[in-house]
């Protein structure tokens, strides 16, 4: 089940849509050129390479690189970085994230850029003088939530391994949008008028999107980030170490103790000493198809796989994705997925994690053959024995980006980015917000009498929802890879999403377009607006009586194969696009 292969994956080309309004603000600088790349190229296996990110702006950054002759990874690094600039709501160097690679031959790769708590950080970082979970929102703003950005560093060993272009040339696409200015779209400005309390927190942030009435700048509004564009340019310039060392460290560290009101305060020395990690990858198989992802501290390759794992003896493409039944199975098996997760699923290096345990396909025949197509299981629990850890609380991150590149040569970069909630802490440094990502470990580090796997601890990872996602084929080629931001709804997205392309048959377009049921425990929601409420009542005679329609934080991005060409798309209730090089 665990797969601890290396290098990078395969895909192809495909059709860019890109909407004016958004483009209006791109700048016209000239390209700039860029040595020839740093390492020879396999022979080309599709016409053209392809990039799916959540923003139009972001989208055509990776593939410009890809035109330059960059590798999957040097696209998927420019990439992140434009995000930063253009959805810097979402994701960036002041958060982390997980980055699957793979190639033609299946071998996978897997990197963990996940923020860690400070070393002085302690279990009780947020509870109350009386021993109380703190409120989610003083939680967030300031300091206490911040962990050590992860993204850069991550990007860099990445690079280290797979880039062809130089390290400085995957900045240039950031720094003109950046120095020059992109249009403020309308999820930005969306982003902006919700949460002004950690957008407008910083009186620099206050500076860029926000007017002199206090009120977000219009939709269509020129954007320059002049401290970023810097910032990017210094990045360039000295690598990775410019973050993790010299005065842009010192002034995270600074800035984000200063607004510490308690527990361990964050130190230049946490910066210095975060380490990207290669983890092993998460494989599995569902029906003929060989799924890859992001393991612990990740619960997103593991929920996924034990969701769908645990749906085989079932005729999805039988029952069609108009069938209430189909989705009351779904429900049935992420309950179970997730009952697991909750227990189970922190950081490797802290708790031990039973990842082959849990996807195990006897367990998982076991754990499956509590579905029925007819009734609920009346309570779900763990399926493995967990006699010192128990299951914690922590709210979802909704922060989050997630963008596919797929090169000419079949190499693939499937990355996930985040800075947790929209802003993150409201703390920016040099242009950037900083994440607020320590909110995702459990508030109680302790539950009858039980350890919370999910705890604070110093220089820990939070547990993630994270799901950046390859698929293989009965042949062995690639077939799809996707991903999703959305907090915990994360894996229910891609499960979503892979259901509908590998059972139902759809375009991947259409795939993504389909309603989401989110079931973590007893309550089910439902996509609101969406077919799904119209079917509570059928869902609800099928013994789901905690059931509600709610508006999810939903994104997904994805690529899929089909007959030798790329074809990708981006969630239609975001702005994602898939891009042609």
């Known amino acids: 089940m665990v797969d601890m292969l290396s290098t ?54 990776g593939a410009e690189i890809l035109r330059r002759g960059g590798s999957a990874t040097d696209a998927a690094i420019a990439t992140m970085l434009a995000l930063n600039v253009v959805e810097p709501q979402s994701s960036g160097i002041g958060g982390g994230g997980f980055l699957v ?26 509870l109350d003088a009386s021993g109380q979970p703190l409120p989610f929102r003083t939680a967030v703003i300031g300091g206490l939530s911040v962990g050590v950005p992860g993204n850069l560093a991550m990007a860099a060993k990445a690079h280290a391994s797979h880039g062809r272009l130089p390290w400085a040339a995957l900045f240039e696409p950031a720094i003109r949008l950046a120095r020059d200015g992109f249009a403020l779209s309308p999820r930005g400005f969306r982003s902006l008028s919700t949460q002004p309390e950690t957008g407008a927190h910083d009186p620099q942030a206050r500076a860029i999107f926000y007017g002199v009435n206090g009120e977000p700048l219009p939709v ?15 990045l360039a310039a000295k690598g990775a170490k410019g973050l993790s060392s010299g005065p842009l460290a010192q002034e995270i560290a600074a800035k984000v103790a200063a607004q510490t009101p308690q ?15 290669q983890r092993p990858g998460v494989c599995g198989t569902y029906r003929v198809y060989r799924i890859c992802g992001m393991g612990p501290p990740s619960s997103g390759a593991t929920t996924v796989l034990a969701t ?49 345990a849990l996807l195990d396909r006897a367990y998982l025949a076991r754990r499956g053959a509590l579905i029925s197509p007819d009734t609920t299981i009346p309570k779900v629990t763990a399926g493995l024995p967990a006699p010192k850890l128990t299951l914690g609380s922590g709210p979802p991150e909704h922060g989050t980006s997630h963008f596919v590149v797929i090169d000419r040569q079949g190499d693939v970069a499937s990355w996930t980015s985040t800075i947790e909630s929209p802003f993150g802490s409201g ?39 994270m799901a950046p996602t390859i698929v293989y084929g009965p042949d062995g080629k690639l077939l799809m890879v996707v991903g999703a931001a959305g907090g915990a709804t994360i894996p229910v997205q891609v499960i979503r999403a892979l259901i ?77 696009v898939a891009v042609t090089q």
């Open 8 to 61: 990078p994956v395969p895909t192809r080309r495909i059709l860019a849509l890109v909407t004016s309004l958004l483009l209006a603000g791109c700048a016209t600088t000239p390209q700039q050129t860029v040595s020839a790349p740093t390492a020879p190229s396999a022979p080309a296996l599709y016409d053209e390479g392809m990039v799916s990110a959540a923003d139009p702006r972001a989208a055509q950054a």
């Open 101 to 126: 690679l793979g190639d033609a031959a299946g071998r996978i790769e897997t990197w963990d850029g996940r923020e860690t708590a400070p070393k002085a950080a302690t279990p009780k970082r947020f």
């Open 220 to 234: 269509g509004t020129t954007i320059r980030n002049p401290a970023l564009a810097k910032t990017l340019e210094m």
């Open 263 to 277: 527990d361990g305060k964050m130190t230049a020395a946490d910066i210095a000493g975060f380490v990207a990690k």
């Open 308 to 356: 769908l794992i645990q749906l085989e003896r079932f005729d999805l493409t039988a029952l069609g994705p108009d069938s209430p039944t189909a989705w009351h199975l779904i429900a049935e098996s992420e309950r179970l997925a997730y009952a697991d997760r909750d227990v189970f699923l922190a950081d490797p290096d802290f708790e031990k994690v039973p990842v082959d």
């Open 427 to 465: 703390i920016m440094v040099g242009g950037f917000y900083l994440n607020n990502e320590l909110t995702d470990f459990s508030f109680v580090p302790q539950k009858d009498g039980a350890l919370v796997a999910n705890r604070v601890e110093g220089g820990k990872r939070p547990r993630s929802s």
């Open 500 to 576: 509908g392309v590998l059972d139902w048959k759809l375009p991947v377009d259409k795939a993504l377009a389909l309603p989401v049921l989110f079931a973590p425990g007893d309550m089910v929601m439902v996509e609101k607006g969406s077919r799904l409420e119209a079917m509570i009542p059928a869902l609800t005679t099928l013994g789901h009586t905690a059931i509600k329609a709610a508006d999810m934080p939903l994104k997904t991005n994805a690529v899929v194969v089909s007959g030798g060409t790329l074809v990708g798309a981006g969630d239609p209730r975001s702005e994602g």
